[in-house]
């Protein structure tokens, strides 16, 4: 129930009143990336890359410049396998700001033979199945600029 002239309602559960309003925000970072840069250059060459470090064999993604284990920046770049398995995943139907001219679509979390999980969007048209395979492949999302995303094997 809205209060007369006020942006006030009662809340459903305890009839206290609620303050409603609605804005648009716009969020702009920059991320130095000097560091991880091959794996920028990778994706350009159709490559998925990830660091592993030098001394503990730790493979991080999404790709960071400094093992939090061994707290060394000697990393050792390699190519990730492309099959995976998804775990877990979501529809996405309310979008963020950037993704509001798209469909409804999912993101899913999936492993690799190393290991590691990957959380990616996964492209397609059904709804997908957990323990289903997937390919991780690199594509260029609906601003040109190159991605990675899980697209279903079967
Ligand atoms: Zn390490």
Redesign the pocket.
């Known amino acids: 129930m809205r209060l007369e002239n006020l942006p006030i309602v009662k809340d459903e559960k305890d009839c206290l009143p609620l303050f409603i309003d609605q804005r648009e925000l716009i969020l702009k970072y920059q991320i130095p990336v000097s560091d991880i840069y091959p794996f920028f250059e990778g994706l350009k060459e159709g490559k998925i890359l990830a660091p592993k470090?030098?001394?503990?064999?730790?493979i991080y993604f999404p790709p960071q410049s400094v093992?939090p284990?061994?707290k060394?920046s000697e990393m050792q770049w390699i190519e990730l396998s492309r099959e995976a398995q998804l775990l877990a995943f979501t529809q996405i139907i309310v979008k963020p700001q950037s993704f509001q001219d798209e469909g409804d679509y999912y993101v899913g979390v999936a492993r690799l033979k190393e290991g590691i999980n990957v959380l990616a969007r996964v492209v397609t048209d059904k709804r997908p199945r957990v323990g289903s395979k997937l390919r991780l492949e690199v594509t260029k999302n609906n601003k040109g600029n190159l991605v990675y995303c899980f697209v279903p094997i079967d």
Do not use: E, G, V
């Open positions: 470090c030098s001394t503990c064999s730790r093992c284990f061994c060394k």
